[in-house]
């Protein structure tokens, strides 16, 4: 049975760019927490979070989440 875990993904990604209009460090690993529930990243899941961080502007892109960017690829390649 396929994960739906991507589409309650969507669902708070919304939320958090709602919030404030970005996307921090916090929020991002809440959602990998959501793709992680059942151990690991499936392709909807790594499509939904590919989506969210290429809308990520300039002013969200901190130290502190390029460095969580490098650990997502290079752990998932996402």
């Known amino acids: 049975m396929e994960s739906r875990d991507y589409l309650e ?6 939320n958090c760019f709602s919030d404030d ?3 921090d460090v916090n929020e991002l690993d809440s959602l990998v927490q959501i793709a992680m529930r059942d151990g690991e ?3 909807n899941e790594k ?3 590919r ?5 990520l502007t300039p002013a969200e892109l901190t130290a502190e989440m390029q460095t969580r ?3 997502l690829k290079e752990q998932h390649g996402i």
Not at 9 to 14: A, C, D, E, N, V
Not at 51 to 55: L, T
Request: aromatic share 4%; proline share 0%; charged share 30%.
């Open 21 to 23: 209009g970005k996307l």
């Open 69 to 71: 960017l490098l650990a």
């Open 9 to 14: 993904m969507t669902f708070r990604s919304i």
């Open 47 to 49: 499509r939904v979070l």
């Open 41 to 43: 990243i499936d392709d």
């Open 51 to 55: 989506n969210i961080i290429d809308r």
